[in-house]
């Protein structure tokens, strides 16, 4: 069965210095990965994701992915964090249902907080 | 604005009762998923519906139904509520065809059971 796991509960970084949110995947088969972002009171917001090809994915609002298939991790990159990044951040996979589409598989989430 | 609606955006509702809640996809986009976010669970998948046809069944309930109507539009109803079904309910969409789209979640619907 595929999963993701989050193993920070929250992240707390200073604004202007670099972030990291972590998330390793388990998989058959090929990984298709994402990242979402939840600000209060909304839904969730896509950032990026991997299918294939580069290791090292751009997103949206300055954020970056670097997917490492031995390492099976996909951590949720920044290079100057922004008071306003302050949120909740998932990483999820998708289910394999050998070609359809297939629903989201997400971690329990990550909290990050950027202090000015 | 992810161009995916969905009414009502807080429910209140005693246990026992049934609610419907109401999911607009993207403009064009075939699929609909359901997903349950609480607190002890987290994100959790419910159900997927393909241009009519429910395509897969993640965690959810006897008690919890959904449908797809020709308009794409999806409801999903839930019934003999419990306190336990306190949780903020998403729908999400992607276009047709292809396994590697993102999917875009509406705002939500907050149900609480008192």
């Known amino acids: 069965a595929q999963s993701v796991a989050q193993p920070e509960d929250q992240v707390n970084v200073a604004e202007g210095n670099p972030l990291t949110v972590k998330c390793t995947y388990s998989v058959s088969g090929n990984p298709y990965l994402f990242w979402y972002v939840q600000y209060p009171n909304r839904g969730l917001q896509f950032l990026l994701k991997y299918i294939t090809g580069d290791n090292l994915v751009k997103g949206s609002y300055g954020f970056e992915a670097e997917f490492n298939k031995s390492q099976t991790s996909f951590h949720l990159k920044k290079p100057s964090a922004l008071v306003s990044d302050s949120a909740l951040y998932f990483c999820a996979v998708r289910e394999n249902y050998g070609g359809s589409q297939g629903n989201l598989i997400f971690g329990k989430g990550t909290k990050l907080s950027v202090k000015p | 604005d992810s161009g995916v609606t969905q009414t009502p955006k807080h429910l209140i509702t005693a246990t026992g009762q049934r609610v419907t809640l109401r999911c607009s996809p993207r403009s064009g986009d075939l699929s609909v998923y359901w997903y349950q976010q609480s607190l002890d669970q987290g994100l959790q998948f419910l159900i997927q519906y393909y241009n009519g046809e429910e395509r897969a069944k993640g965690n959810i309930l006897e008690r919890f139904s959904a449908q797809q109507f020709p308009d794409l539009h999806s409801e999903l109803n839930l019934s003999s509520l419990e306190l336990g079904d306190s949780a903020l309910y998403f729908c999400?969409?992607?276009?047709?065809?292809?396994?590697?789209?993102?999917?875009?979640f509406g705002p939500g619907t907050r149900l609480t059971v008192l």
């Open positions: 999400a969409s992607t276009p047709g065809g292809s396994s590697y789209n993102e999917q875009f």
